[in-house]
């Protein structure tokens, strides 16, 4: 099974940019479809990005797309959520998840098996 750890979150002003990394390790990294969801204060985790296997298929859900992009590097066992254009609505704890399988433009919590500690991203107005 695969571990994860997000990193990378802190305090933007809004209209800034943020990345959070997401490290894997204890299995075959390219195996898993990767995920990001947030979890602001107060309200359910929500779906944010998923990206496949390969990279080669992404997912956005519709309040983020056009300001964030998910990425990942096989080679270094890592993804990543680029935020630009931030908003104090994205504000909040951003997890990455994984799940084994081929499947493209997972966006459900129950869709995911292993899931990071989540790092914590604040956007000032």
């Known amino acids: 099974q695969v571990q994860l750890v997000e990193f990378g979150g802190g305090l933007v002003q809004a209209g800034g940019s943020l990345r959070v990394s997401c490290a894997a390790s204890g299995d075959i990294f390219n195996n898993y479809v990767m995920g990001w969801f947030r979890q602001a204060p107060g309200k359910e985790r929500e779906f944010a990005a998923s990206?496949?296997?390969?990279?080669?298929?992404?997912y956005y859900a519709d309040s983020v797309k056009g300001r964030f992009t998910i990425s990942r590097d096989n080679a270094a066992n890592m993804a990543y959520l680029q935020m630009n254009s931030l908003k104090p609505d994205d504000t909040g704890v951003y997890y990455c998840?994984?799940?084994?399988?081929?499947?493209?433009?997972?966006?459900?919590?129950?869709?995911?098996?292993?899931w990071g500690q989540g790092t914590q991203v604040t956007v000032s107005s």
């Open positions: 990206i496949t296997r390969g990279g080669g298929g992404t």
């Open positions: 998840a994984a799940r084994n399988g081929y499947e493209e433009r997972l966006s459900q919590l129950s869709d995911y098996d292993y």
